[in-house]
């Protein structure tokens, strides 16, 4: 009996679940490199934000002169390495020396030392500063407390992203079929940012009932609960999409309109325009709103539960383009689960939708590119 083709088959089937599970690894690694360095962004920019209250705390007249002179020194050593968290080569940027000319490779900046220094400084000056100080009235100081106890969220963040990666750069398969490319390793940030003194909110003494009230069970059967979104374009027909993960399951990924829940007796205008600032720091006002333009209730399938949302959509022309978004109010959870941040037009949604991604709405490329065209027709469809 003729044993060969059995054993090309068997190698074939061999094979074939190397490469699968290859493309798996290097997809998720990826996935994983792009998360690392979003949580590197979130880290800074608190960062930079403590240092900045620190500076104008510094500046207020209300600390002795030498505990000011301290905190000025420190917060202006600290913005000036804003910009690298780790250098460790994993994110290549432009950074110029000190004659203006552009350096070679990735410079270490010591930021985690610089870092550590301001945390020591704020320590010192928060032992001695009485509690009838006017300097704890200010709101810079409040500002302070605030950036300070998220950079130490988003530094947990950021160092549980990175022992997810060396724990996937570690596998056979990624080391002997070098799935990393030339990427390198990535390194935590060891910096001291302990020691805020910023009351974070109780959590309620029976999380079961507080997630029953904001998520009860309805006529579904499922967790239930009212949300509204923002269909924002931008002056030239760009519509602004959030890309967010199944926190549970890394692989389902899909791209959505800024928004959110919102309770019964929140107005659905002020509750889109609420979320759309704690998530991209753009403000509105809720009368210019338009709409609601469209409707859906949907159930949305997790890996952990399956809830039913009912969303009313809104739409905005923004007057001018917007570049930069601030991200720094998200939560410790949009923190982790949300990605990316685009402008895309409704071809490119399409390209997306095709392309196998998932854009939720799914009808969303056509229904906004008739509200870019036509305008608002003053009804409230459903779309799906």
Not at 127 to 145: G, I, V, W, Y
Not at 193 to 221: C, D, M
Not at 243 to 256: E, N, Q, T
Request: aromatic fraction near 8%.
């Amino acid at each position: 009996m003729n044993l060969l083709p059995y054993v090309i088959a068997v190698l074939g089937i061999a094979l074939l679940i190397i490469l699968v599970r290859a493309v798996i690894l290097a997809r998720g690694l990826d996935r994983l490199h792009k998360m690392l360095i979003s949580c590197r962004h979130v880290l800074d920019a608190q960062l930079v934000a403590r240092a900045g209250a620190a500076q104008e705390l510094a500046g207020s007249g209300l600390l002795d002169p030498a505990s000011s002179m301290l905190l000025a020194d420190a917060a202006h050593a600290s913005l000036g390495r804003a910009g690298t968290i780790v250098a460790d080569g994993l994110e290549k940027q432009e950074i110029f020396t000190s004659d203006g000319t552009l350096a070679d490779g990735i410079v270490d900046r010591d930021r985690a030392r610089v870092e550590t220094e301001l945390t020591a400084v704020l320590r010192q000056i928060l032992a001695s500063l009485p509690d009838h100080s006017p300097a704890r009235r200010l709101p810079a100081f409040d500002d302070l407390l605030l950036s300070w106890y998220q950079a130490e969220l988003a530094r947990t963040f950021h160092d549980s992203r990175q022992t997810q990666v060396v724990r996937i750069r570690r596998d056979h398969l990624v080391r002997i079929l070098r799935l990393a490319g030339f990427a390198p390793m990535p390194t935590t940030f060891d910096a001291d940012l302990k020691g805020s003194t910023y009351s974070a909110p109780e959590p309620p003494a029976n999380p079961a009932q507080a997630y029953a009230a904001e998520w009860p069970i309805g006529p579904s059967g499922y967790p239930e609960r009212d949300a509204a979104r923002v269909l924002l374009f931008d002056p030239a027909g760009r519509i602004l999409m959030i890309l967010g993960h199944d926190i549970d399951d890394l692989d389902h990924r899909w791209w959505f309109t800024p928004g959110g829940g919102r309770s019964p007796e929140e107005d659905p205008r002020a509750a889109a325009v609420r979320e759309l600032f704690e998530e991209t720091g753009i403000q509105l006002d809720p009368a210019a709103l338009i709409g609601p333009i469209a409707q859906r209730s949907e159930q949305f399938h997790f890996a952990a539960a399956t809830r039913v949302q009912h969303e009313l959509f809104y739409t905005y022309t923004l007057d001018a383009p917007v570049d930069t978004l601030d991200t720094t109010r998200h939560s410790v959870i949009e923190q982790d689960v949300l990605d990316e941040f685009a402008w895309l037009t409704p071809q490119e949604l399409t390209d997306m939708t095709q392309s196998g991604q998932n854009v939720y709405p799914s009808m969303l490329p056509d229904f906004a590119s008739t509200i870019w065209r036509e305008g608002w027709d003053g009804t409230t469809p459903t779309i799906r």
